[in-house]
């Protein structure tokens, strides 16, 4: 496990035990599965990206991300309502809000923003270790939420993965090698994500995605992140029957985020 990773989870496991003091966990578990309207209100976010697929495009899943550790402030001018609706208006399948605040500089707020503004899916983006931020997510009004295997030991993401399930989101969950993708495929989740970024080196290479392949289950959709910068890299992947992307600073430092998507996509 990298530096900043182990850094990062320290960091989450004293924001979870900070909540907790604030509302057990049970409390928060019983407002979440007793609020049917939110339940009903649910976004299928699989079911967004497949339809995007079926109808020959790609299905992008949009970052909305002020901050990164490696490279600071991606966009000053941050206002996630009116980057969600440039996404939806644009194309985009789906959207990921980051929600840490301390090496992001996202917050719930966000997310609670940019779905608002839009029909389209949200992806809670975080670093989840616990039930606790599960829950949190669904009544922030997540759609889906992020696993990663670096993270995360088999027994707990199972656990996190049959939650999330149990509460009608959907779950993405993230590998960068060969051992991690291996884990990922005993998951329920048809949703996976290949991270091209070494999370120990910080290099960006797509060549980790096209490695991972021919070792993938045809009833998983593999979605690449990271590194896709150009129409290039997008007719790379396509061509090897990858089809679904998440993207976020390349928009992020674009004038117009919604436009730069859809000049890269369609």
């Keep these: ?7 990062i989870l320290d960091v989450k496991q004293d924001e979870v ?9 049970i409390s928060l578990r019983d407002e979440v599965e007793s609020d049917a309207e939110s339940r009903a209100g649910i976004r299928g976010f699989e079911r967004a990206m497949r339809q995007k697929i079926a109808a020959g495009h790609a299905a992008v899943i949009a970052e909305i991300k002020k901050a990164s550790p490696s490279k600071g402030i991606l966009r ?7 980057i969600a609706q440039s996404y939806a208006h644009h194309g985009a399948a789906c959207l990921s809000v980051l929600t840490d605040e301390n090496f992001f500089q996202g917050a719930p707020a966000y997310l609670q923003q940019a779905r608002a503004a839009c029909t389209i899916p949200a992806l809670r983006k975080d670093f989840i270790i616990d039930h606790y931020q599960v829950y949190q997510a669904r009544q922030w009004g997540a759609d889906c939420i992020l696993l990663i295997v670096a993270a995360l030991d088999h027994g707990l993401m199972a656990d996190l993965e049959a939650c999330a399930l149990e509460l009608g989101m ?9 051992a991690e993708l291996d884990i990922a495929l005993t998951l329920k989740t048809p949703l996976l994500g290949i991270n091209n970024r070494n999370l120990r080196t910080f290099e960006v290479t797509l060549d980790t995605t096209l490695g991972l392949l021919p070792a993938i ?8 992140e990271s590194g896709i910068l150009s129409r ?16 976020g600073e390349a928009f992020m430092r674009a004038a117009e985020p919604g436009a730069e998507l859809e000049k890269l996509f369609f």
Excluded at 236 to 244: D, I, N, W, Y
Aim: charged share 30%.
């Design 232 to 247: 290039e890299d997008v007719t790379r992947m396509r061509a090897a029957e990858v089809h679904s992307f998440l993207v």
């Design 17 to 25: 035990a900070a909540a907790r003091r604030y509302q057990s966990l």
């Design 76 to 82: 000053a001018d941050f206002e996630p309502a009116a």
């Design 217 to 224: 289950t045809a009833d998983k959709l593999v979605v690449t």
């Design 1 to 7: 496990m990298s530096d900043i990773l182990r850094q």
């Design 170 to 178: 959907d779950v993405l969950v993230e590998v960068h090698d060969r």
